[in-house]
Nanobody, 121 residues
Framework: VQLQASGGGLVQAGGSLRLSCAASGRGFSSRGVGWFRQAPGKEREFVSYINWDGGSKFYANSVKGRFTISRDNTKNTVYLQMINLNADDTATYYC???????????????WGQGTQVTVSS
């Protein structure tokens, strides 16, 4: 499986963006997917996770109530809808699949390239 994240951009505080994580290859629909982000000078941090059928979702406390993760297995795509963005959300966002431990730890087997989200205040 290969992943490609897209949908980042520049947005004003309070605005919204929807990130997409598109997969190619076989088996994506049976795999959980996580979103992580990394700001300059900071460690990569967990944002959200969705299991293979969308029945289980997890969020970092910092994004609960503002971000929504979803997936469309017919399109091999996972989405991250982000609303009410603030400057602290500025980071490069990465999607990943094949968690090898806790879904909130960055020990995933497959990573996509990042997509930059910049929130101006």
């Amino acid at each position: 499986v290969q992943l490609q994240a897209s949908g980042g951009g520049l947005v004003q505080a309070g605005g919204s963006l929807r990130l997409s994580c598109a997969a190619s290859g076989r088996g994506f629909s049976s795999r959980g997917v996580g979103w992580f982000r990394q700001a300059p000078g900071k460690e990569r941090e967990f944002v959200s996770y969705i299991n293979w059928d969308g029945g289980s979702k997890f969020y970092a406390n910092s994004v609960k109530g503002r971000f929504t993760i979803s997936r469309d297995n017919t399109k091999n795509t996972v989405y991250l809808q982000m609303i009410n963005l603030n400057a602290d959300d500025t980071a490069t966002y990465y999607c990943a699949c094949e968690p090898r431990g806790s879904v909130s730890d960055p020990g995933y087997g497959v990573w996509g390239q990042g997509t930059q989200v910049t929130v101006s205040s």
